[in-house]
């Protein structure tokens, strides 16, 4: 197509000009008629616009790759989460508390059906225990022995609190022994108002009336909530100590300091949500 510059046009149309055929032909040629299509290569910098975007097969590719910005946006499968992602999220979600149980090899936060079930019948277990130890309790009162007056205050409470320690038994999955308040008054056994109070103390008394009774000591047991410092008096800095909590009945880690043949200190990394039973043996 022939192009004729803009200023040689103008110079065919000022005032007083008359135009002739070819320099209106010469016009009209050096313009793209709105019917005609512009030809490509008529484009300037087309082919550098062509050369930004990628190809029809690539863009395909890319929408099929299941990879694709997978350093910046989760996968469908969540195969690309790391912990830390997975803690936002639940966070973010706010589920960061919900409760989880086992499953296959991924630990839960709680206990499942059976395993409560498995709790509750060593509670059982323990409770009749407990029963059959208060019954030869009261079989060695029938005796005349003096020795005994701290176990008849015990079968005293006992039998006032009669009721009571029966709906306790009832209610020991639902209620914790530090909220259930004792009937009546023992000021002669210190200032004690609850029965996680009462519990302690009356196992130290009979812990101390069976040590007592012991001609050769070597062992001593003692039930203990969080840090403490124990005296023993097994004369030994050997020994074996077994720590267990008395409602899970799982086998819990502790440190032992030793700070003579007869006293050592107890420490545990937090604080026990139960009683801790401790067995300490001589060897």
Not at 12 to 40: C, M, N, Y
Not at 69 to 90: C, D, E, P, V
Not at 221 to 226: A, L, S, Y
């Amino acid at each position: 197509m022939s192009i004729t510059s803009l200023n040689k046009i103008f110079s065919w149309f000022e005032t007083g000009d008359v135009p002739t055929e070819e320099q209106f032909r010469a016009t009209f040629l050096s313009f793209h008629h709105k019917e005609d299509l512009i030809p490509r290569e008529s484009i300037d910098g087309l082919e550098d616009i062509f050369q930004s975007f990628i190809s029809t097969e690539r863009f395909q590719g890319h929408l099929s790759d299941t990879g694709a910005h997978s350093q910046n946006l989760a996968l469908l499968n969540a195969s690309n989460l790391s912990a830390t992602h997975i803690s936002s999220w639940k966070s973010k979600l706010g589920i960061s508390n919900s409760a989880t149980i086992d499953d296959g090899d991924q630990l839960g936060n709680v206990y499942n059906k059976i395993q409560v079930e498995g709790f509750i019948d060593e509670l059982k277990n323990a409770d009749n225990d407990l029963a059959l130890k208060i019954d030869g309790i009261k079989e060695m009162l029938l005796s005349d022995d003096l020795s005994l007056d701290e176990l008849q205050e015990i079968v005293d409470y006992i039998k006032e609190n009669k009721e009571q320690i029966e709906l306790l038994q009832e209610a020991v999955m639902n209620n914790s022994d530090d909220k259930i308040k004792i009937v009546g008054s023992y000021l002669n056994w210190g200032a004690i108002s609850y029965q996680n109070q009462f519990n302690d103390l009356v196992y130290n008394k009979i812990k101390n009336i069976e040590d007592d009774a012991n001609i050769e000591k070597i062992k001593y047991e003692e039930r203990i909530r969080g840090d403490s410092t124990i005296q023993h008096n097994l004369d030994t800095l050997s020994f074996v100590i077994d720590a267990y909590d008395t409602v899970t009945m799982f086998t819990i880690p502790l440190k032992v300091r030793r700070i003579d043949t007869n006293n050592i200190e107890v420490l545990f990394d937090s604080i026990p949500p139960n009683i801790i039973q401790l067995t300490i043996k001589k060897i």
